[in-house]
């Protein structure tokens, strides 16, 4: 298995794990589910612009993605322009969070086969160190009813939980993490 950052051929591959783990797909969402749906589009802009989709592959095959981009990037979801408005309102570590300062990880999906193997902290790791250069801090958002998501970014990886903020009815925790976390 090999862990880099996606290509535009990867884009189907992508695409297909994400569809599997959609909310609207899941039927067991204890283990987890995402929210965002991206068009093959968006995935395009997003590793041509960004270069921001790390995945883990084992021949053709993705096993795992870590998507990450700058706030501009991610302003078009109705939830995420709602999350920049919410930024300023929270601070991490002793600064306030802004969309210059930091930028949006994730969705992260790993494929059922390899969860609990440790795929998800080498995707983790190796989005964090794509950005670094870039940013500082890293911050994110999981729903409060996917605990399996907020117990691998507490207790695989080290994300501080900074705050909590309503949309659309759904709870969510604010998580942010420096982009040094876990290098040497
Ligand atoms: C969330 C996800 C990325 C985590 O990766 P993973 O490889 O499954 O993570 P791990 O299994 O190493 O760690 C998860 C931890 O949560 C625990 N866990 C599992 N189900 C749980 C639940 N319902 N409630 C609380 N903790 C749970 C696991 O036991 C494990 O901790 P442990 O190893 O200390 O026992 C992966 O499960 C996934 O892709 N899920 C579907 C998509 C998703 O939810 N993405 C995140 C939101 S964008």
Redesign the pocket.
Known sequence: MIVKQAEIRDIPAVLELLQA?HVNN?KDR???????NMTEGQLAALIERENGVTIAKEDERVL?FAMAGSWDYWAEWPFFAYMIEQLPKFSFEGKVLTVEGSYQY??????ES????????KVFYASLASMRARYPVMATF??HV????????T??VAMTHVGDFQFNGNNYYLMACPTDLGSV
Do not use: M, Q, W
């Open positions: 783990n899941v204890s283990n987890g589910f995402v929210t965002t795992a994730g969705p992260v999906c790993i494929d390899v969860r609990g193997t440790g795929v998800f902290e999981i729903n996917n605990p399996r998501s907020f117990a691998a970014h207790r695989k």
